[in-house]
């Protein structure tokens, strides 16, 4: 149980161009979901944690305008990345919490490549 | 001092060795504590999640919390060379509280050889 899935895997675009990623919860409603960001040998970085129904709350430093994100049921968030960047190039990830404790679980990522 | 310290290695040992992995940490309000495991290009896969201290066995892993040093660990018996990934330590407070961030450790890289 408890699997996550991201839409796409992999991504390459120009830059200039918005790009969607999907993060959906399979088996389980997920009130809350987060999304990272990964560079090469690097740990996760939090951008921001969506819950189901109303606004993200972002890290400090993460434009809100740039990535925008919605989380419009328990089983889905999308992360739009606005007018990308070559410097945006990086592995997105989300994950999503089950309930009251902090047991969360990845999607397997997503590799954006701005061109 | 980051919040979570762990040594990036790379660290190598032979197949059937135990691997001693550790994470340090200095926020006294985490409270759930994980390892992660991530292989390359991938999104990490969750190994073992503790809440408080103690020892907690699945299969051959066996995650150990000191919350009195603010110290865990993860174990593995009998690596296999399926074993070599990045393993992340990762922490927590209480939900809904202001600990309620998940702090990652850096990641230890593993390789297992055969």
């Known amino acids: 149980g408890a699997v996550v899935s991201q839409h796409p895997s992999r991504v390459i675009c120009k830059s200039g161009t918005s790009v969607k990623i999907e993060c959906r919860s399979l088996d389980f409603q997920a009130t809350t979901m987060f999304w990272y960001r990964q560079f090469p040998k690097q740990s996760l970085m939090l951008m921001a944690t969506?819950?189901?129904?109303?606004?993200?709350?972002?890290e400090q430093g993460v434009e809100k305008d740039k990535f925008l994100i919605n989380h419009a049921s328990l089983t889905l968030s999308t992360l739009t990345v606005t007018s990308a960047h070559p410097e945006d190039s990086s592995f997105y990830i989300c994950?999503?919490?089950?309930?009251?404790?902090?047991?969360?679980?990845f999607g397997p990522g997503t590799r954006l490549t701005v061109l | 001092q980051k919040e979570v310290e762990q040594d990036p290695g790379p660290l190598s040992v032979p197949e059937g060795a135990i691997v001693s992995l550790n994470c340090t940490y200095s926020n006294s309000a985490f409270q759930y504590f994980m390892w992660y495991r991530q292989y390359s290009r991938k999104g990490p896969e969750l190994l073992m999640y503790?809440?408080?201290?103690g020892n907690k066995e699945d299969g051959r892993f066996t995650a150990q919390v000191d919350k009195s040093s603010k110290y865990i660990s993860l174990f593995i018996r009998d690596s296999q060379p399926s074993d070599s990934a990045t393993y992340l330590c990762a922490m927590s407070g209480l939900v809904k509280t202001s600990y309620d961030k998940v702090i990652f450790g850096p990641g230890t890289s593993l390789s297992v050889i055969p």
């Open positions: 969506s819950n189901e129904g109303s606004k993200a709350t972002y």
């Open positions: 994950s999503a919490r089950t309930g009251n404790d902090n047991e969360q679980f």
């Open positions: 503790t809440y408080s201290s």
